[in-house]
């Protein structure tokens, strides 16, 4: 049995993106499958299509707080400035963590990459790279701020493998 956090970086240290490993990992609180939740975030990782801007962790946060509580009346303004809220607060405290929320930064790179091709995960990627920590913080953020109960928090996961 391992936690979700736990579940969130054992699945990016198996080669899924930031995106894919932080929201597949709570899709199924929302009754969405894990395939359908890896596809969903697939091109959110490497900061949007590998052009090194919003990290992928902190897109699924976003995705995620829009599955709970996402407004779906276009004239509904409470329920827009509700969303953005809460996805300003939990993009605030990963920033507060880690001190940005830009993957190119998080990753001490100057520029996007011009390659849209991924970097082979070995050893060495894993050692340089501070994804496996950003995706714990992710998750422990969606765990404290988004909206879970005390029993989902404590809730605990058979690995799928």
Do not use: W
Not at 22 to 39: C, H, I, N, P, Q
């Amino acid at each position: 049995m391992e936690s979700r956090v736990e579940k969130a970086v054992q699945t990016f240290e198996s080669g899924f993106g930031c995106a894919q490993s932080v929201f597949s990992t709570y899709a199924d609180l929302f009754g969405m499958d894990r395939e359908t939740a890896l596809k969903l975030a697939s091109p959110m990782g490497g900061g949007i299509g590998r052009m090194r801007e919003v990290c992928g962790a902190v897109s699924a946060m976003a995705l995620l707080a829009g599955l709970k509580e996402g407004n779906t009346d276009p004239s509904n303004e409470e329920g827009k400035e509700k969303i953005y809220l809460l996805v300003r607060q939990m993009s605030d405290k990963f920033r507060e963590e880690n001190g940005t929320i830009i993957c190119r930064e998080l990753l001490g790179l100057l520029e996007r990459e011009d390659s849209a091709r991924p970097e082979r995960r070995t050893e060495e990627y894993y050692a340089t790279r501070p994804c496996s920590r950003l995706v714990a913080s992710a998750a422990r953020i969606i765990e404290e701020n988004l909206l879970f109960t005390d029993e989902e928090k404590c809730h605990t996961i058979a690995s799928d493998k």
